[in-house]
């Protein structure tokens, strides 16, 4: 896995997106709290960074991409409100390279997009690479174990749809009909959050490390009922963070829609059992 694309063979136009949970304090996206854990300020939301990407996958796939496509996408570098960045892709068999940077040339993310299930997305190789968690070393994730599942019916509000094109970074006439872009799709899985990581320690603060959508028979809409199936897959530790891997999996009427795959990253510096 390359950080680096080369050579470039598109590039996307620098686009300022926008922090809009800035107003949630105690979390990582509120200025006070995100400063005093040692970032630039409260951070854009990770999922955010997904759409920006999508005019040139369904560019590569074909409007399809919604129907079958992935996105897996792994954070270098969080981003502070209104911060420019750019899109990068190289390639599309059996992936396209994606990468992202900011003005100065910082790379904030990097991953791959497919047309289909892709065995080798970026996500992948992230997680079989991180060695598991020794669980004398847990402390927030001390009650969660490998294999915890749950399950969860959820919907996305169209309004709240309606509301994130109003910012969102690339638009696309689909979105009016109620498909969700990625950012929406991971907001959907993370209201089965407590079926997943819901006996983490409180309080901690946590972020995304790594977002992956992948839809198996879309698209995904605003609307519509589904059952969330969550799994913990895997629990690893760095100096700073303890993490989960869990995924979501949409279903409706028995079929599978989609799959939203979570790296979560609870900063050790936010919880007083690491005080």
């Known amino acids: 896995m390359s950080d680096a694309l080369a050579p470039e063979t598109w590039t996307g136009p620098f686009r300022e997106p926008r922090n809009m949970a800035a107003e949630v304090k105690g979390s990582i996206h509120d200025d006070a709290t995100a400063t005093r854990l040692g970032f630039r300020g409260g951070t854009v939301a990770g999922s955010v960074h997904m759409d920006q990407f999508v005019p040139h996958l369904v560019g590569l796939y074909g409007d399809g991409w919604f129907e079958t496509g992935g996105l897996s996408l792994y954070f270098v570098q969080a981003t502070v409100d209104r911060e420019e ?4 892709a190289d390639g599309g068999q059996p992936h396209a390279r994606l ?11 990097t991953g791959t997009g497919s047309g289909g ?8 190789g992230r ?7 020794d669980r004398s070393r847990l402390r927030i994730l001390a ?4 294999g915890d599942v749950g399950e969860a019916r959820v919907v996305l509000d169209p309004e709240r749809l309606k509301k994130h094109r109003e910012i969102i970074t690339e638009d696309l006439p689909c979105y009016a009909d109620g498909v969700l ?13 407590s079926a997943a990581v819901g006996k983490a320690a409180q309080p ?7 977002l992956e959508v992948q839809h198996l028979a879309g698209p995904l809409k605003a609307g519509v009922e589904y059952v969330a199936r969550t799994r913990i897959l895997k629990l690893t530790e760095s100096p700073k963070t303890e993490n989960t891997w869990h995924d979501v999996v949409f279903s409706d009427d028995g079929r599978d829609i989609a799959r939203v795959l979570f790296y979560l990253r609870f ?4 919880s007083p059992l690491w005080a």
């Open 99 to 109: 990468a992202m940077i900011n003005r100065a040339g910082a790379l904030i993310c």
């Open 143 to 146: 009650p969660i174990r490998v």
């Open 85 to 88: 960045v750019q899109a990068r």
């Open 204 to 210: 901690h603060v946590g972020l995304f490390g790594a």
């Open 117 to 124: 299930p892709d065995p080798g997305a970026e996500l992948v």
């Open 181 to 193: 872009p990625p950012s929406q799709a991971v907001g959907l899985a993370h209201q089965a959050r």
């Open 267 to 270: 900063l050790k510096g936010s």
């Open 127 to 133: 997680m079989a690479g991180q060695a598991d968690a």
